[in-house]
């Protein structure tokens, strides 16, 4: 994941309007920013996909979103999606215990304990979903039913802590179901037991001083001691994790080190540590502070180190791009790309630099069109897709077709009535039964009822 690290802006972490490098920022609510990551996101999905299946789900009806804060907490919100805090992650020790947090809150899904963010949900970003979020929390904080329209931004941790925080029937339900899904998908329980020991002795502590996974999930020693029961009679307490997920952790690690507290990167990795992971944080924080030959070098050893490596290219492109060099970004997210056809979100920055170092070049042009339009199908919650797309229609003097993706781009960040007006007022001049014509036509038919009702 290229954890491009901009404030608003967001496949590794980019800004606000999801530019398709590592650590990508998507959107920011008091102080909790939204990334995307393909490399991490990736890395996760082969961490889970087996226990998911245990819990009877698809693997991919599960979204797990990265939330961008030193504090440590995870929860369900509008529907299947389970949001991770990045300090959750660094809190952790090994694989297994991210993959133990992940199982407790599909237990949750799997319990009904869903938080109902309302019709917002349905097709919103993931980034409208935390404002969802932030706005009925506050709602539920201040007794006043209008704060959830405003997105009112008055002590919205508490707020959004009140409007998570689960039952302790609720936890030790999840408790047992993730220990159970862990055990059917052939894994020790032990990252989940682990994990939970480490925040056990909050308990103590006063409700200003618990981390938010604490406040949100209210700990005991009896369901700590009930997990550790249960592991001692586990067939699976001593399976080990495949040897590839350690090194994928590791990594994950640095990238998350490197992007947002590059500045730590020299303590927490010594001078003479030439380990993988090491190279990996070096050549990011020096990305991040800006030093460009040093950090484009570091890359390069990367990439030399394993040349097919997907995410050491999408790096790459994403310095190159973000130095003001986004005809040489091309070939090297074109080779990510090549390594990680599924990743939509590097398509998605592969659009971007093939939008940015085209001139009006129709050839350049179309092919970014046709990048951004598979990148839709794996990414349909990404609405910077949706900007790319309007931006490369432009581009190429198609005004009525950039503005329908306007239109859906404004659908997804809960603005109705300006999709509604932009489709309405745009579809006469889009050739009939063409895809932006017939796009057109879905959200006049999608949202015209509900908005004229109104």
């Not at 133990?100 to 409208?128: C, K, M, P």
Request: proline fraction near 4%; include cysteine.
């Amino acid at each position: 994941m290229k954890l491009q690290f901009r404030p608003f802006v967001s496949a590794t972490l980019c800004a606000a309007m999801v530019l398709a490098c590592p650590l990508n920022v998507q959107a920011q609510q008091s102080g909790q920013t939204i990334i995307r990551d393909a490399e991490i996101e990736q890395s996760i999905r082969e961490w889970t996909a087996d226990v998911i299946r245990a819990a009877g789900m698809n693997p991919e009806q599960i979204k797990i979103i990265l939330v961008q804060s030193p504090d440590v907490n995870a929860f369900v919100a509008g529907g299947a999606n389970i949001f991770i805090y990045t300090g959750l992650i660094q809190k952790t020790d090994n694989a297994g215990e991210v993959i133990g947090v992940i199982a407790h809150e599909l237990g949750h899904i799997a319990g009904g304990h869903l938080t109902r963010t309302g019709e917002v949900a349905r097709n919103a970003s993931f980034e409208t979903i935390m404002g969802a979020l932030i706005g009925l929390g506050a709602a539920v904080a201040t007794g006043d039913g209008s704060a959830a329209a405003a997105g009112i931004r008055i002590g919205q941790g508490q707020a959004m802590n009140k409007y998570l925080a689960y039952s302790r029937v609720q936890e030790s339900s999840a408790d047992q179901a993730g220990f159970r899904f862990l055990s059917g998908a052939g894994m020790s329980p032990e990252g989940l037991t682990s994990f939970l020991e480490k925040l056990s002795s909050q308990e103590l502590l006063t409700t200003s001083q618990q981390s938010q996974y604490v406040r949100t999930h209210p700990m005991s020693s009896d369901r700590v001691e009930a997990l550790e029961n249960k592991l001692k009679n586990s067939p699976q307490q001593s399976v080990k994790l495949p040897e590839d997920w350690d090194r994928q952790y590791g990594l994950m690690k640095a990238k998350l080190l490197g992007f947002i507290t590059p500045q730590q990167v020299t303590y927490a990795y010594k001078k003479e540590d030439t380990s993988l992971p090491a190279s990996y944080a070096r050549a990011i924080a020096a990305y991040k502070f800006n030093h460009v030959q040093e950090s484009l070098d570091l890359a390069d050893s990367l990439i030399k180190r394993e040349p097919q490596n997907p995410y050491f290219l999408e790096l790459k492109g994403q310095m190159l791009f973000d130095f003001g060099k986004a005809a040489q970004a091309v070939p090297y997210y074109e080779k990510s790309v090549k390594y990680a056809p599924e990743s939509g979100l590097i398509r998605m920055a592969y659009a971007q630099a093939l939008i940015e170092s085209s001139g009006k070049d129709p050839l350049r042009l179309k092919d970014a069109i046709g990048q951004l339009k598979r990148a839709e199908r794996d990414e349909p919650r990404v609405s910077k897709i949706k900007r790319l797309l309007a931006t490369a229609f432009g581009k190429m003097g198609k005004e009525p077709e950039a503005r329908i993706y306007l239109a859906e781009e404004a659908l997804m960040q809960g603005n109705k009535s300006e999709a509604l007006r932009i489709a309405k007022v745009t579809k006469e001049h889009l050739v009939p039964n063409s895809p932006e014509a017939l796009r057109a036509a879905d959200i006049i038919n999608t949202v015209g009822d509900s908005e004229e009702k109104r």
